[in-house]
């Protein structure tokens, strides 16, 4: 641990105390390119908002310009044709009953999960397992629906879910370290101009307080608005 808080310091060190433009601040993170593995960048964004208000709620999801650096496992609640539908489209499982069951026995080995209208009633139950890991099946998500091909094919090719929490922060996973600048860049600000599209009309005042990115094992950095 000692080990890796030195090389923390040491980068902290690079990262400057006033917010930095765009750009600067891809480039800061692409210099704390230093660790074993290829690292997932990752963007918060303060806003500000009344968590408490259903109102004022900012969930939703993108698909990225540039993808996410990795291939999602996705799952899939359906029958018949839609089933067939959805396993062409590339879908890792697809199933019924069993895969409920599978669910509820504490398989968790996928990153999006999405389900036909009509089996709302079997996934239903689920909640209380999808739901602490953000993985529950909703129409506001758009991981409820008749067009499953679509939304496979999206989250195949990376695209992001996201909800505020508690304290009004936005956090979302925009790409791999070893992605170019330019790239890295076009995610930020696909998320960024996604995230201010979403701005709650009872939201008054300042709605975008802070932004940062940061790396797995990087500080953050953090970006002028």
């Known amino acids: 641990m000692a080990k890796h ?36 960048v990752e963007i918060a964004i303060r806003l500000g908002i009344d968590a408490k ?3 004022q709620l900012v969930r939703g999801s993108l698909v990225l310009p540039h993808g ?22 590339g ?23 999405i389900a036909a209208p009509d089996m709302m009633g079997l996934v239903g139950p689920l909640g209380r397992v999808l739901g602490p890991r953000g ?7 758009g991981t409820v629906t008749a067009d499953v091909a679509t939304v496979v094919k999206e989250y195949k090719a990376g695209k992001v879910e996201f909800r505020n929490d508690s304290a009004g922060i936005v956090h979302g996973v925009v790409g791999k370290l070893s992605f170019d600048n330019q790239k890295l ?23 975008m307080k802070g932004l940062s990115v940061s790396a797995t ?3 953050s950095v953090r970006i002028a608005a």
């Open 185 to 207: 860049l076009e995610n930020i600000q696909a998320f960024i101009n996604h995230i201010q599209n979403l701005k709650p009309a009872a939201v008054k005042g300042t709605y």
């Open 5 to 40: 808080s030195k090389r923390f310091r040491a980068l902290s060190e690079k990262v400057s105390a006033d917010p930095v433009s765009l750009d600067k601040a891809v480039e800061v993170l692409k210099s704390f390119d230093n660790a074993k593995f290829d690292q997932t």
């Open 68 to 89: 996410i650096g990795k291939t999602q496992r996705v799952v899939v609640f359906a029958k018949g044709d839609l089933a067939d539908v959805a396993k062409e489209a």
């Open 53 to 55: 208000q259903a109102d």
């Open 91 to 113: 879908a890792d499982e697809v199933g019924q009953e069993d895969l409920a069951k599978r669910i509820k026995d504490g398989w968790l080995d996928f990153d999006a999960c």
């Open 217 to 219: 094992m990087s500080p």
């Open 135 to 141: 993985l529950m099946p909703s129409p506001r998500a």
